[in-house]
């Protein structure tokens, strides 16, 4: 447990033909145990089908454009915005946000981090 991650516990995330997965999970218990997705998904040992978890899913792409000390506020030269609903994607959009002017600026954090903002962005119409 660190300030970096509060939680105390990360997961690792697949898109495969339309399906939201959960493929790993590492973490520690309050009582010091390390757990894995073995752990809790005793059926599933290779991935889960994430049926449980409906909103918007950005994932940053390219050269940082704006740093922002706050969470994931900053801004990279794309964002792709990724729709779900119980698992399914929905819809998946790009968003430009610019070039950087620095070509020895930050890459982005790719798809190995991203943010989740609820049901956001999920209408009536596309959780059908």
Do not use: C
């Not at 218990?29 to 978890?53: C, M, S, Y």
């Not at 969470?71 to 819809?91: P, T, W």
């Amino acid at each position: 447990m660190s300030s970096a991650n509060w939680r105390g516990y990360f997961g690792t995330w697949e898109i495969k033909e339309d399906r939201l997965y959960l493929v790993d999970l590492e973490g520690t218990l309050k009582t010091g145990e390390e757990v894995n997705l073995q752990f809790f998904f005793k059926d599933f040992p290779e991935r889960v089908f994430a049926h449980w978890f409906s909103g918007q899913i950005r994932v940053t792409k390219g050269k940082l454009l704006k740093y922002v000390h706050a969470g994931y506020a900053s801004e990279y030269e794309q964002d792709l915005f990724i729709d779900v609903y119980r698992g399914l994607i929905k819809n998946i959009e790009v968003k430009i946000n610019g070039t950087a002017e620095d070509s020895s600026a930050q890459e982005g954090y790719q798809i190995a981090a991203l943010t989740v903002f609820g049901n956001k962005g999920v209408s009536e119409e596309q959780q059908k």
